[in-house]
C-alpha cells in the first residue's frame, strides 16, 4: 500500500515528519541533482530509501539584454544557468523560492535577494506583490 504520511517545505523537515510517523520504508521519486539532507536523515535512523530518478535537469542558457524589474529563481540551478550568458544583472532585485536558492544566488553576486518564508509558487508571487512596485509610462 502506497500512501502519503508526510509533507513539509523543505527536506529537513520531510525528514523529521517521515521519522515521527514510525515509517521503516520510503520511494523518494528525485532528481540525479539534488541536496542530500533528506536521505541521510533517513539513513541514519535506519529508513530504507528506494531512490527513482525520474528526470534529469539540463541547462538551456539564454542571453537576455533588456531591462527587467525583478529576477524570479525556483533552485539554485536556475541561478547558476542564468549567469551564464548574463552579467549585468547583479543589482535587480532576486526572489528566491527559499533559503538555499537565495544564499546560493548570494554568493553568486545578485546584491538584492529575498527569500520566500515558504517554497510555494503563492509565496514568490505574494513577496513579488508586497516588494515589488512597478512603474509603468505611458
Do not use: M, W
Request: hydrophobic share 35%; with cysteine; aromatic share 8%.
Amino acid at each position: 500500500k502506497v500512501e502519503v504520511i508526510a509533507s513539509a517545505n523543505h527536506a529537513s523537515q520531510l525528514a523529521k515528519e517521515i521519522i515521527k510517523s514510525d515509517c521503516k520504508e520510503v520511494v523518494y521519486c528525485t532528481t540525479s541533482e539534488r541536496r542530500s539532507e533528506l536521505e541521510k536523515a533517513l539513513s541514519k535512523r535506519g529508513i530504507k530509501i528506494n531512490v527513482h530518478l525520474v528526470y534529469n535537469k539540463e541547462a538551456v542558457p539564454v542571453t537576455l539584454s533588456q531591462h527587467f524589474d525583478g529576477l524570479v529563481f525556483y533552485s539554485p540551478s536556475q541561478v547558476e544557468t542564468f549567469l551564464i550568458h548574463n552579467k549585468n544583472y547583479f543589482d535587480v532585485p532576486v526572489f528566491c523560492i527559499g533559503n538555499t536558492t537565495n544564499e546560493f544566488a548570494k554568493s553568486k553576486g545578485f546584491k538584492n535577494c529575498i527569500a520566500t518564508e515558504f517554497p510555494s509558487t503563492e509565496s514568490i508571487l505574494e513577496l513579488i506583490n508586497n516588494r515589488l512596485v512597478i512603474t509603468h509610462n505611458g
